[in-house]
């Protein structure tokens, strides 16, 4: 008796070994010795043709379905809801209308950011030396006016859409009216940040006048959006509220609106109709600003250069070298999109 106990023992031990080596479920080793001491001959269950292909999606088993699997949610089928056929990723396409870009048109394109900067630049110049008292705001006053008759007279010259009821005679009614009104608030304005201390001023000049250069619009600079408009010309007031006079302040408000408002009309008129006249025009802008940086600061005229720089050719070859890492995904887990004209249902 204790010989066939030892005997039973040892076999159930070599079955365990036996199933543990197969990798078969425990499931199956309980039927058999189920089976087993009912007296039966080890018969196991039988599973559904489906059932082994929903476990074949999970548990990687190759045994495939004898009921195709279908993408339709109309139809009950024998499978999970997490079942994924091995036909999913035949329609996978990669970096579908993907646009592959050239340097110099990257970097033709970056300048107009450069040219930003500089007028940014430019503004903040001017600003310094009339609060040294090295600029006249008669000299600048007239000199802005010159500039925009100038501006004005190309602008015309170029040619290009103009809309049906503008005439130059409303032009030149729109500008007194400017100068009018700015000339008659200057008092105001110059005073008007009396009870605010001068950092407060200057922080908030320069975080208005970095938000213009966030907000601008650089693919369609004319006319200049609203946001970055009224951001450049709030910190310009704010600006020319520390200068030391009332016409100070008008001429600084001036020279402000024919920078931040005239010119990109006049620059994007360019672009347009004289495409090779825009690369110029942006590097002298640049070289009068980082010039005129240059005789009130070395430092100041050095950072800007870098900047300038960075902008316009170090940003645009970052730009390609990270394009070769783009990778976007389409297949038929994508949103669908209608192509077709639906407009006739409108009516």
Same mark, same amino acid.
């Given at each position: 008796?204790?010989?066939?106990?030892?005997?039973?023992?040892?076999?159930?031990?070599?079955?365990?070994?036996? =199933?543990?080596?197969?990798?078969?479920?425990? =499931?199956?080793?309980?039927?058999?010795?189920?089976?087993?001491?009912?007296?039966?001959?080890?018969?196991?269950?039988?599973?559904?043709?489906?059932?082994?292909?929903?476990?074949?999606?999970?548990?990687?088993?190759?045994? @495939?379905?004898?009921?195709?699997?279908?993408?339709?949610?109309?139809?009950?089928?024998? /499978?999970?809801?997490?079942?994924?056929?091995?036909?999913? !990723?035949? &329609?996978?396409?990669?970096?579908?209308?993907?646009?592959?870009?050239?340097?110099?048109?990257?970097?033709? &394109?970056?300048?107009?950011?450069?040219?930003?900067?500089?007028?940014?630049?430019?503004?903040?110049?001017?600003?310094?030396?009339? @609060?040294?008292?090295?600029?006249?705001? /008669?000299?600048?006053?007239?000199?802005?006016?010159?500039?925009?008759? !100038?501006?004005?007279?190309?602008? &015309?010259?170029?040619?290009?859409?103009?809309?049906? &009821?503008?005439?130059? =005679?409303?032009?030149?009614?729109?500008?007194?009216?400017?100068?009018? /009104?700015?000339?008659?608030?200057?008092?105001?304005?110059?005073?008007?940040?009396?009870?605010?201390?001068?950092?407060?001023?200057? @922080?908030?000049?320069?975080?208005? !006048?970095?938000? $213009?250069?966030?907000?601008?619009?650089?693919?369609?600079?004319?006319?200049?959006?609203?946001?970055?408009?009224?951001?450049?010309?709030?910190?310009?007031?704010?600006?020319?509220?520390?200068?030391?006079? @009332?016409?100070?302040?008008?001429?600084?408000?001036?020279?402000?609106?024919?920078?931040?408002? !005239?010119?990109?009309?006049?620059? $994007?008129?360019?672009?347009?109709?004289?495409? =090779?006249? /825009?690369?110029?025009?942006?590097?002298?802008?640049?070289?009068?600003?980082?010039?005129?940086?240059?005789?009130?600061?070395?430092?100041?005229?050095?950072?800007?250069?870098?900047?300038?720089?960075?902008?316009?050719?170090?940003?645009?070859?970052?730009?390609?070298?990270?394009?070769?890492?783009?990778?976007?995904? $389409?297949?038929?887990?994508?949103?669908?999109?209608? $192509?077709?004209?639906?407009?006739?249902?409108?009516?």
């Amino acid at each position: 008796m204790l010989n066939v106990t030892k005997l039973n023992r040892k076999r159930k031990k070599t079955d365990n070994a036996t =199933w543990r080596e197969s990798g078969a479920p425990h =499931w199956l080793k309980s039927d058999k010795d189920k089976g087993r001491r009912h007296g039966g001959a080890g018969r196991l269950r039988t599973l559904p043709t489906a059932s082994v292909g929903a476990m074949g999606a999970d548990g990687g088993s190759e045994a @495939a379905p004898a009921t195709p699997w279908r993408k339709v949610l109309y139809e009950r089928q024998p /499978f999970p809801d997490n079942y994924v056929d091995s036909r999913f !990723l035949e &329609e996978l396409r990669r970096n579908v209308g993907v646009r592959r870009y050239r340097y110099c048109a990257v970097a033709r &394109e970056a300048g107009l950011v450069a040219q930003q900067v500089s007028c940014v630049a430019a503004v903040l110049t001017l600003w310094s030396y009339m @609060a040294q008292g090295r600029l006249s705001p /008669f000299m600048l006053l007239g000199a802005s006016l010159l500039c925009a008759l !100038l501006g004005y007279v190309l602008y &015309e010259a170029l040619g290009g859409p103009r809309g049906s &009821e503008r005439t130059r =005679w409303a032009d030149l009614q729109s500008a007194a009216i400017f100068l009018a /009104f700015t000339f008659g608030f200057s008092p105001i304005l110059k005073t008007l940040t009396e009870s605010v201390s001068t950092d407060t001023v200057y @922080a908030m000049s320069a975080v208005m !006048l970095l938000a $213009h250069l966030v907000s601008f619009p650089y693919a369609q600079p004319s006319p200049p959006g609203s946001l970055s408009l009224n951001a450049a010309l709030f910190g310009s007031v704010c600006l020319a509220s520390r200068l030391p006079g @009332a016409l100070h302040a008008f001429a600084m408000l001036t020279c402000a609106l024919l920078v931040f408002a !005239l010119w990109p009309c006049l620059l $994007h008129r360019l672009r347009n109709r004289a495409p =090779w006249t /825009f690369p110029w025009a942006a590097v002298l802008l640049s070289l009068a600003a980082v010039t005129g940086l240059a005789t009130l600061s070395l430092g100041g005229a050095l950072l800007l250069v870098l900047a300038l720089l960075a902008l316009t050719l170090l940003c645009p070859l970052l730009l390609l070298r990270l394009q070769r890492h783009k990778d976007n995904i $389409h297949g038929p887990w994508d949103e669908a999109e209608i $192509h077709e004209d639906l407009s006739r249902f409108l009516h």
